[in-house]
């Protein structure tokens, strides 16, 4: 059961048991020939009125609340769907073109960091290219240089490792931009 359908119901059980006090509440104006009767208190209409509004007033209310939880709930369904979308090969693509004109010391902090992003790029880029509607095959060169770099860094992504393989890491960087420029209606 979806949290609009929960909401909802509560709201329409809340309403209906609020009516339904206000009703009873009206039943206590009770009157014999003679006026009220000594066990019921007697009650203005005035105030059988007020507690109806009251009432319809309380379940006007809930059914906002109801309704802005629904559409809170929308919202966040949206942004989850949203965040889960792959993202477009273009963007990937330029993150990882954003790498190529930086390089590193090997040992220096610099290195780790600018490895570590390339690695990352890669990797975006993959995902990004097996999403993509043209399907994998399309990408058939630059998924299988990526796949063979994960062999080689044999899932180890640690600063070492990584400078370990740095040659193999910015080679397919440099083999993956030289395709795509070779293809530039999968990244404009």
């Known amino acids: 059961m979806s949290i609009r359908t929960n909401v909802r119901a509560t709201a329409t059980a809340m309403a209906a048991a609020a009516v339904l006090g206000a009703a009873l509440a009206g ?4 009157t014999t020939s003679q006026g009220p009767g000594d066990d019921v208190p007697y009650v203005a209409p ?11 007033e309380v379940g006007a209310a809930e059914r906002s609340a109801s309704d802005a939880a629904s559409a809170a709930a929308e919202a966040n369904a949206a942004l989850e769907e949203a965040a889960n979308r792959p993202e477009a090969v273009r963007d990937a693509f330029a ?36 999403a993509d509607g043209q399907g994998p095959a399309h990408f058939k060169e630059p998924l299988a ?3 063979d770099l994960r062999r080689t860094l044999n899932g180890d992504t640690s600063t070492d490792n990584l400078e ?9 960087r440099d083999r993956i931009n030289t395709w795509m420029q070779g293809h530039p209606k999968d990244y404009r």
């Open 46 to 56: 005035s105030v059988n009125a007020s507690a109806m509004a009251k009432a319809a």
């Open 145 to 147: 240089r990526i796949s």
């Open 164 to 172: 370990k393989h740095r040659s193999e890491l910015i080679g397919t």
């Open 27 to 30: 039943c206590t104006g009770a």
């Open 95 to 130: 993150g990882l073109q954003a790498t190529l004109n930086d390089t590193c010391t090997p040992g220096s902090s610099n290195c780790a960091y600018f490895l570590g992003r390339v690695h990352d790029e890669l990797v975006r880029l993959e995902k990004a290219m097996k």
